[in-house]
């Protein structure tokens, strides 16, 4: 397509998006600014959650995060299986939380609720959000090669990902 210049103009090419998602860990509203979360200390500030100190007087709130965690309702699933993974377990979980810790700083609502045995020489890392899931799922299998299986539900906002190796 020509513009009036000689030159070409590239098409614009419209996305057609689903309603919005519902999380029910959102706020449905704004939080007042600044307010903090009384459980991990984080600072809402200018529209989103940080590590800044908290000025005095700011409002309390839970954040999305601990409430994820009281309520026991992660975001995203990552278990994590198989011989090579109970020949290397420390690393890998060494490697889990390095990750977390990486996101963590940057990002306060990417937690890593628990790491729950699965019984059967395995682990289940649970997360409060599905971004940090993800991260976790393809740092190990970047690392460790393996298996790695991934599902999405944009409905239910439930990441889960199975590596095994």
């Not at 809402?44 to 839970?62: C, D, M, N, Q, V």
């Not at 994590?80 to 940057?106: D, M, P, Q, T, W």
């Not at 799922?137 to 539900?153: F, I, M, N, P, T």
């Amino acid at each position: 397509m020509k513009n009036g210049r000689g030159g070409y103009r590239p098409q614009r090419r419209e996305q057609l998006l689903d309603g919005p998602r519902h999380d029910s860990y959102r706020a449905t509203g704004k939080l007042p600014d600044p307010t903090r979360c009384p459980q991990c200390g984080a600072t809402f500030l200018k529209g989103r959650w940080t590590w800044s100190e908290a000025p005095a007087g700011a409002h309390e709130h839970p954040c999305p995060a601990c409430q994820r965690t009281r309520d026991g309702f992660p975001a995203g699933y990552v278990s994590l299986a198989g011989e090579y993974f109970a020949s290397h377990r420390g690393e890998i979980l060494n490697l889990v939380k390095n990750c977390e810790a990486a996101e963590k700083l940057e990002h306060p609502m990417q937690r890593i609720m628990a790491i729950d045995d699965d019984g059967g020489g395995g682990v289940t890392v649970k997360t409060t959000d599905a971004h940090l899931a993800r991260q976790i799922a393809e740092r190990v299998h970047d690392a460790c090669k393996g298996s790695l299986s991934v599902q999405y539900s944009r409905q239910e906002n439930l990441f889960r990902a199975s590596w095994r190796r």
